[in-house]
């Protein structure tokens, strides 16, 4: 299964993560998402999210704030603010602490692109897709893709759509 993975839009969709993501079989949204983006993913592939701090009361509601899954055998847990190994949120590092680690653990909410792995819980993957949108101090927005397939995690890739701020012209 190939996945694409987002976070931290704030109400812009870039166009080109449309081409970026015509190969995904799935999208994930790490939260931040803002209004009407949700929509525009969800008509073009099936979209599993988070909502974010600055998502509104609907999105909230609908959305929930940790998302634990599994995708072709691999565990995994999507949340919005969740710190960076080895220094996680307390909320996150309890939880952490309070059950087997999944396998990857993917947060947005820093705007600070970063793949690891984390020895400290099972040598977790740790996801932090950057920010996709156009608000936030981050200088280049960023995407990840990769596959997952019967258990392995592959193909990771960094996408970069350029400057903050900057339109992406269509091709």
């Known amino acids: 299964?190939?996945?694409?993975?987002?976070?931290?839009?704030?109400?812009?969709?870039?166009?080109?993560?449309?081409?970026?993501?015509?190969?995904?079989?799935?999208?994930?949204?790490?939260?931040?998402?803002?209004?009407?983006?949700?929509?525009?993913?969800?008509?073009?592939?099936p979209v599993r999210a988070v909502f974010g701090n600055i998502d509104s009361r609907p999105l909230q509601t609908s959305l929930p704030e940790d998302l634990f899954f599994t995708c072709e055998g691999v565990h995994v847990w999507m949340?919005?603010?969740?710190?960076?190994?080895p220094n996680y949120n307390p909320r996150i590092k309890k939880i952490l602490k309070s059950r087997t680690p999944p396998d990857i653990f993917i947060c947005g909410h820093s705007h600070i692109l970063r793949v690891k792995r984390d020895p400290?819980?099972?040598?977790?993957?740790?996801?932090?897709?950057?920010?996709?949108?156009?608000?936030?101090?981050h200088a280049i927005k960023t995407l990840v893709r990769f596959t997952i397939d019967s258990g392995q995690i592959g193909n990771m890739e960094v996408i970069e759509l350029g400057k903050r701020g900057a339109l992406t012209p269509v091709e």
């Open 1 to 45: 299964m190939k996945i694409g993975l987002l976070s931290d839009t704030h109400g812009y969709l870039d166009p080109a993560v449309f081409r970026h993501f015509e190969s995904c079989d799935e999208l994930w949204h790490a939260g931040d998402i803002g209004d009407s983006i949700l929509d525009r993913l969800h008509a073009f592939r």
């Open 79 to 85: 949340t919005h603010i969740g710190g960076v190994p």
């Open 120 to 137: 400290g819980f099972n040598n977790m993957l740790y996801i932090n897709p950057g920010a996709a949108g156009n608000h936030g101090f």
